[in-house]
């Protein structure tokens, strides 16, 4: 772990809904969000599984997989940190809301509405161009069987994974810079960093995702969070398999380098924001995708 598990901002689910439930403005945005989240996630990728199974989809299937995979390890047991991706912001939203108390109803709303935006503007492009990667024919433990039972595996790149997370640790600094709360809270908000980096690197060892899905997430939320400018993303593109001792130094400068690349092509200095999301999926129609099964659906 990259830093005390007692730094990470964590509260309880419960009370952030019961926080939520008793103001009209508060609820009115979780349940946008919500709605948002099943349409643009689940709704839409069913509906382009079941598209694909009756042979009537127009949209292409991508395999995003890329040889640079290999480099790192597989660990299904990371299934475990693979899967708190979510309770990362739910956790942190909750302790900051009690600790700040109403005064922190704004940035709720504020957060909610943009992490919305994460899962539309990712929308954007699985419906232009699906993508996926392999997965064994049998769950290797009861964690990823529930993943592979509700995850159609159709929309890996950008990686919402990604994307959930790196809004999350810099989102909150944001808010909590915007009233002066981001010194008080620096111990906390470095944990919610170090914990996203630990989540992006469990995207990669349980093989739900490619090296090619972090650094498109990055340049998409370059456009949703203006401030995660190129050098945010390339220090945290940086950090990730730092410390782990069974990823090569040689493959994990490789894997890296490919990274900051890839995000260079996406997000091109200088180059209009609103740019980046067509060019993620020139990326994914241009490319030389290895030559094996689609995951099943």
Same mark, same amino acid.
């Given at each position: ?25 508060? @609820? ?23 598209? $694909? ?61 943009? @992490? ?25 433990? $009861? ?118 690349? @890839? ?35």
């Amino acid at each position: 772990m990259r830093d005390p598990d007692y730094a990470l901002p964590t509260g309880s689910a419960a009370y952030l809904v019961m926080t939520v439930a008793v103001r009209l403005k508060t @609820l009115r945005a979780a349940a946008s969000f919500a709605a948002t989240v099943v349409g643009r996630f689940f709704l839409d990728q069913y509906a382009h599984a079941r598209r $694909l199974r009756r042979g009537v989809s127009p949209v292409r299937v991508k395999n995003i997989e890329h040889p640079l995979d290999a480099c790192v390890p597989i660990r299904y047991e990371a299934a475990g940190v693979y899967l708190t991706f979510v309770k990362l912001w739910i956790g942190a939203l909750s302790y900051f809301r009690r600790r700040l108390g109403r005064a922190f109803d704004d940035s709720v709303i504020e957060f909610l509405a943009g @992490l919305g935006r994460c899962y539309s503007d990712a929308g954007s492009v699985y419906g232009r161009c699906l993508s996926t990667t392999r997965r064994p024919d049998r769950a290797p433990s $009861l964690r990823l069987a529930f993943v592979y039972a509700v995850d159609p595996h159709l929309f890996c790149v950008p990686s919402l994974h990604v994307l959930v997370v790196c809004y999350t640790y810099f989102r909150l600094r944001e808010l909590l810079a915007a009233t002066a709360d981001d010194g008080r809270f620096g111990r906390e908000l470095d944990a919610l960093r170090a914990r996203a980096v630990e989540i992006t690197e469990s995207i990669l060892f349980v093989r739900q995702h490619s090296v090619n899905c972090i650094p498109t997430a990055l340049a998409m939320l370059s456009v949703i969070l203006p401030g995660y400018d190129e050098r945010e993303a390339k220090a945290f593109m940086a950090e990730l398999f730092s410390i782990d001792v069974e990823v090569d130094s040689g493959d994990r400068a490789r894997v890296v380098d490919y990274m900051a690349g @890839l995000y260079d092509r996406v997000a091109p200095a200088g180059g209009r924001p609103e740019d980046r999301y067509d060019a993620i999926v020139d990326f994914l129609e241009a490319y030389d995708e290895p030559v094996l099964e689609l995951a099943e659906a």
